[in-house]
């Protein structure tokens, strides 16, 4: 079963790039004219080019091609798949870390997350929130928890925005590294922190990892918040 999932993933997974491959180096007038509503996307001619801005300005690229993509123009189909390649990353590595899903489910329930997502109220942290709603979408789906990640928005605000490229697990591993640098955190907690919001794990999963109870977990990890939340604004200038 799990080699089955496992190379079904791969087939999803080199499908999509094959199809980025021919699709990103096309010069596209849609693209082209994606520059009068997003500055940062001016001499763009080619999706390839708009993704390679996004690290650059994640929530003003990945803000702008979420509203393409629900606006329902001639362009929306273009501007999600921009988002979808973006995020494909993060989402290989949370379907490997859950045995319960593949990652055509993640990818389909990405489509979902981005025609739904509210951009007027969370114009931040855009790709942060795009793959917890994603993650939050399948295990609702598979009527599994869903409070592994719960973190209130605010705080995933001040923390996801302190580093790019967008916020993704590279974030994730940038800011628990400035916090232990800092002495916020200690090692193990740090460990735990990666595991939970980096890798996607559940609590569960990651006091297997670790070799401690969920509960310890889930208290490291609340202690965490309250200490990244209240130095928000040094870890935003490590």
């Keep these: 079963m799990a080699q089955a999932a496992g190379e079904a993933g791969r087939d999803v997974r080199r499908g999509l790039h094959e199809e980025w491959a021919e699709l990103g180096a096309q010069p596209s007038p849609a693209v082209i004219g994606w520059a009068e509503g997003c500055g940062e996307l001016t001499g763009a001619s080619t999706p390839g080019d708009v993704l390679e801005r996004v690290g650059g300005a994640p929530d003003a690229v ?9 606006h329902g123009g001639g362009d929306a189909q273009l ?4 988002v979808v390649q973006a995020m494909l990353g993060k989402l290989v590595r949370l379907a490997r870390a859950d045995a319960g899903a593949e990652l055509g489910d993640y990818v389909a329930q990405l489509w ?3 025609a739904g997502y509210p951009l007027a109220r969370r114009p931040r942290s855009v790709a942060a929130n795009l793959w917890m709603d994603t993650r939050k979408a399948v295990r609702r789906e598979q009527g599994r928890p869903t409070a592994a990640l719960a973190v209130p928005d605010a705080v995933l605000d001040e ?6 490229p967008p916020a993704d697990e590279l974030s994730v591993h940038r800011v628990v590294r400035h916090a232990r640098a800092l002495g916020l955190v200690d090692e193990p907690t740090a460990a735990v922190l990666l595991s939970v919001y980096a890798d996607g794990l559940t609590s569960a999963a990651a006091g297997e990892r670790h070799r401690m109870s969920t509960d310890v977990v889930r ?8 200490r990244l939340a209240e130095h928000a604004l040094v870890l935003a200038a490590a």
């Design 159 to 164: 923390l996801w925005t302190s580093s790019r």
């Design 62 to 70: 990945l803000g702008f091609l979420v509203g393409r993509a629900q």
């Design 79 to 82: 501007a999600g798949r921009v």
């Design 112 to 114: 979902c997350t981005i």
């Design 219 to 226: 208290w490291r990890c609340s202690r965490a918040r309250r």
